[in-house]
């Protein structure tokens, strides 16, 4: 039986198992795709302490190292269900094991929203971005378009109005869905042009985003707008109704945990950007992964 089982090998959950090995405390990490999570797919980060620019794969590989170093087991399974027994241990059924731990991190994050037409993949990281905060700034000076009209997507938007000399912001409705006082900045923002009513059918581009082939909503036709960067700020999707026997989750599919990352279910943990919460980077999912594992280690010395 392991200490911790960490549920994802992104960010949040191999920061909690550098601390819990630190700790003297075994370790299992279980991932379903692939070691890094979503900012493996980030061609270059900025904003994380101690390197001034590195891509997304390079940190994720490196944090990897430092886990394995310190004792790590790690499996490639997908974990398809928790329960926890009488005796107080937790069962992980993967796809193809069965793991027991005293505890358990749920570091499972999030996916993006994609629009799903057809260049999306292909040009992501080469003018397809997800992330106004973290790739805004390779846009400075630039005309960028935004795609989206709820509260990320408005954040984003003034965000980028900072940044950039122009702001296409393609709503599919006439109006937006969020806090009024964003709605009142979009308004007030001489840089953001709103062009509602739209529906972007093309990203166009072979090794980088040239334009959008946008349809009118209203009347049907077409028309290309000519922008090296595109900012998809469309929602994002965790998945957590596996967890659900176990942990209490939120509309948009987000674990609520308290200030020590405890869920409702004693010993059993949440990190990182699956988890209710306003800030999803790195630095905040460091953050949650240390405190989560501080958490499991006090709750297992008990
Ligand atoms: C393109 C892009 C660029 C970004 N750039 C930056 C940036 O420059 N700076 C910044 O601070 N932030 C950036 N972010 C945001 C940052 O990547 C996230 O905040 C951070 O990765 C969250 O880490 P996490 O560990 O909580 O989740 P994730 O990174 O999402 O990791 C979760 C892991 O859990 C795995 N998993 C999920 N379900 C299961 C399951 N059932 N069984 C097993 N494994 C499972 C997933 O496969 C994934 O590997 C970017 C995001 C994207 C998409």
Redesign the pocket.
Known sequence: MYDIVI???????MTAAIYALRNNKSVLI?????V????A??PK????PTYKSIS?EDLSNKMFEQVLDLGAQFEL???LSVEKRADGAFVVKTDVAEHTARAVIL????K?KHIGIANEDKLL?KGV???A???GAFYKGKEVALIGDGNTAMQSAILLSSICTKVYMLTWFDKFFGDESHVTTIRNTENIIVMPNTNVVDFIGDDGLQGLKVVRRDDGSEFILSVPAVFVAIGQVP?NK?FSNLVEIDKDGYIIADDSMRTITEGLFV????RQKTI??????TGDGAIAAMSAISYLNK
């Open positions: 549920v994802g090998c992104g960010t949040a959950g279980l991932e379903s795709e692939a890094g999570g979503q900012i797919f980030s980060v900025e904003n994380f997304g399974e997908t974990v570091a499972t994050g999030a993006q990281g971005y997800y992330c905060i973290c790739d998945d596996r990190a990182g950007d699956t999803r980077q790195l630095t905040t999912a």
